[in-house]
């Protein structure tokens, strides 16, 4: 049995569905998600169902029973409400005797500098301190991050940020969902870490230049003093954490926080990451 959390969430719905289309039968998979009436249509298919919301440690052991594989999708939110919640995740998959572990960390988590990498660090150490077998999955930055605001940006003829020539690997996270299913699918991936990133880096600039390719729009990208930057997220309607996460990353991608590329994601895929280009082109389609 594979259990995926946060099913009903961007990432672990993308992983349910490569799962299913890697051959994973329904029956072998479960969904432990915080809304259960959300996810009527993948127990429609045949996948298990189960309650799992990490705030309420009581429902995690019981999602988890029988998991010979999780899933274990970081939370959103404040950092110190992310690592209790983890704590409480990886508590329950102990209690539960899970087979694997695999976690969505971020890139270089032992060594990245961006505020949130420290959430994802604890929590690597809470797993390895519970002996659980454990796959660490770390994510670059999704490409969702720019190209879900991208039509907005060039409406408005800029993207505006505080990256300055700052490079980031992202990646799609169709990419990274399915990254997950293969590992998920195969029996050799205990003690494994896997750096996943796109293919090349590229700069706000490259991306603001590929939107006005297709859009056929002039855009540019406008880079901002960090505390002109949070003033602009704050002023937009922003939870405080969230613009503060915002601008600490802006400002660790002008260092390189997010530059490098390692080949691990492209590897898992067998084929090449899905381009810049490609993502903005469908983001703007239409």
Do not use: C
Not at 54 to 70: C, I, N, S, V
């Amino acid at each position: 049995m594979i259990v995926v959390t946060g099913a009903t969430g961007q990432f672990g719905r993308l992983t349910v569905e490569k799962l299913l289309e890697r051959g994973v039968p329904a029956s072998e998979l479960a969904a432990a998600v915080r809304t259960p009436e959300k996810a009527a249509d993948l127990a429609a298919r045949g996948v298990a169902v189960r309650e799992a919301d990490y705030d309420r440690p009581e429902t995690l052991a019981p999602a988890f029973a029988g998991a010979d594989k999780l899933l274990f999708v970081s939370a959103n939110g404040p950092d110190d409400l992310r690592v209790v919640q983890h704590r409480a995740v990886v508590a329950a998959a102990r209690e539960a005797g899970v087979g694997l572990v695999a976690y969505t960390s971020v890139v270089d988590a032992d060594t990245n500098p961006l505020g949130l990498a420290r959430v994802h660090r604890e929590t690597e150490a809470a797993l390895a301190e519970s002996g659980l077998p454990t796959v660490l999955l770390r994510n670059g930055w999704y490409t969702e991050n720019y190209t879900a605001t991208l039509a907005d940006s060039v409406e408005r003829g800029a993207i505006v940020g505080a990256a300055g020539e700052g490079r980031v690997a992202s990646a799609t996270r169709a990419d990274l969902a399915e990254a997950a299913a293969v590992v998920l699918t195969r029996d050799d991936q205990a003690g494994k870490v896997h750096e996943l990133t796109g293919d090349t880096a590229w700069t706000l600039a490259d991306l603001a230049a590929e939107a006005a390719a297709v859009s056929g729009k002039e855009v540019v990208y406008r880079d901002l003093p960090a505390e002109q930057y949070r003033r602009v997220l704050t002023d937009a309607g922003l939870p405080a954490f969230f613009v503060e996460l915002l601008v600490d990353s802006d400002v660790k991608i002008s260092r390189g926080a997010l530059a490098r590329t390692t080949g691990d994601l492209a590897a898992l895929l067998g084929r090449p990451a899905t381009p810049l280009s490609d993502a903005v082109a469908e983001a703007l389609k239409g």
